[in-house]
């Protein structure tokens, strides 16, 4: 359901703020993630917090924040939720940063660094831009190993962006937000539970949280990169992720079963697009590998769209690509 759009919101201001993430399974990548954090250019008087939550029952990533938590320079709160979905992670994020009495919070994955004036900037945007509630920055690759660059120059992981400091948005991304609590406690706006294993819940919180009224606004200064190794730097997984990225974005745009000429027209276009994507494809390879890996991609992804704009259901995005461990 949409929430309608208010008026006169009041901005509040910035007391204090949570660094959080959620994490599952990657104890070695969410100390990286961590020690990025420790080395945060933090504006002057406000007060921080760090909260994980682990979204593994057996708390993989209990021993890693213990470990960090001697020579911390915040106060890290670790959460064990044990119901299993991205939608219900995030909720419980969402819940512990009230509970811990922040009046914003800042999210970030586990698998990012950030670069020291991540926050900062944040921070900054936030205090100069009157209509800004909620802050987006981008998301870089950066890699774990070498790849052969076929692989590495891949559309899914240049990641370029054109948008402007101060740029209003629609929606954006839970790898790197900033806004107030005030967003959950005073709209009720919190992570959907319909998109479970599917991803695309925090593209849905953000619209939802613009919608009513809340001005997403986006800065390049605000940085963080993420990690990827060898169980994402292979073509199974760019094409996985490309379906389901497209799966996700058809769902998303039509999950309110409304628009159905719209719809229609939608499921045409890409229909036909698909249907080009498969005559080029195999003549991109005269171009070299990272053009055919990249249309194979775009190929992909289109599929992704057609296939979602016509079941419009969930779909588990996990169990192809992590063996059904997010099951």
């Known amino acids: 359901m949409e929430v309608t759009q208010t008026q006169n919101l009041i901005k509040p201001e910035i007391k204090s703020i949570a660094i959080s993430c959620n994490t599952f399974l990657r104890p070695e990548i969410l100390e990286k993630t961590l020690n990025s954090i420790a080395k ?28 960090i938590q001697t020579d911390f320079p915040f106060e890290i709160t670790y959460k064990v939720e044990e119901k299993r979905g991205l939608a219900s992670a995030r909720n419980r994020l969402l819940k512990e940063a009230i509970n811990l009495g922040v009046s914003h919070i800042a999210i ?4 990012d660094v950030a670069d020291a004036e991540w926050l900062y900037n944040l ?4 205090n100069t831009q009157e209509n800004a509630f909620i802050i987006s920055g981008p998301e870089y690759c950066c890699f774990d190993g070498d790849f052969p660059d076929y692989l590495t120059n891949n559309n899914i992981f240049v990641k370029k962006t054109t948008k402007k400091k101060g740029e209003i948005r ?9 806004f107030p609590l005030s967003i959950v406690k005073d709209n009720d706006i919190w992570f959907d539970s319909s998109f479970v294993f599917m991803g695309g819940e925090d593209g849905d919180f953000f619209y939802r949280a613009g919608k009513a009224g809340y001005t997403i606004v986006f800065n390049p200064d605000a940085i963080v990169r993420e990690i990827n190794g060898k169980d994402r730097v292979n073509a199974r997984w760019i094409l996985s992720r490309n379906f389901y990225n497209g799966y996700s974005g058809s769902y998303l745009q039509y999950k309110a079963g409304q628009k159905r000429l719209r ?4 499921l045409i ?3 036909i697009i698909c249907v080009l ?7 991109s390879i005269i171009f070299g590998l990272t053009a055919f890996y990249n249309v194979l991609g775009l190929s992909s992804k289109n599929l992704g769209k057609l296939v979602g704009v016509i079941r419009l259901q969930p779909i588990n995005y996990y169990e192809h690509l992590n063996g059904g461990i997010n099951k």
Do not use: M
């Open 123 to 126: 921070v900054d945007l936030y």
């Open 263 to 266: 719809r229609l027209l939608y």
């Open 40 to 67: 945060l250019h933090i504006p002057d008087g406000i007060e921080i917090k760090v909260l994980v939550v682990d979204n593994d029952a057996d708390a993989s990533a209990q021993a890693v924040v213990k470990q």
């Open 170 to 178: 629609k929606v954006c991304s839970t790898h790197n937000a900033f």
């Open 108 to 111: 970030l994955d586990d698998d």
């Open 269 to 271: 276009k890409i229909f």
């Open 277 to 283: 994507n498969i005559l080029i494809s195999p003549f």
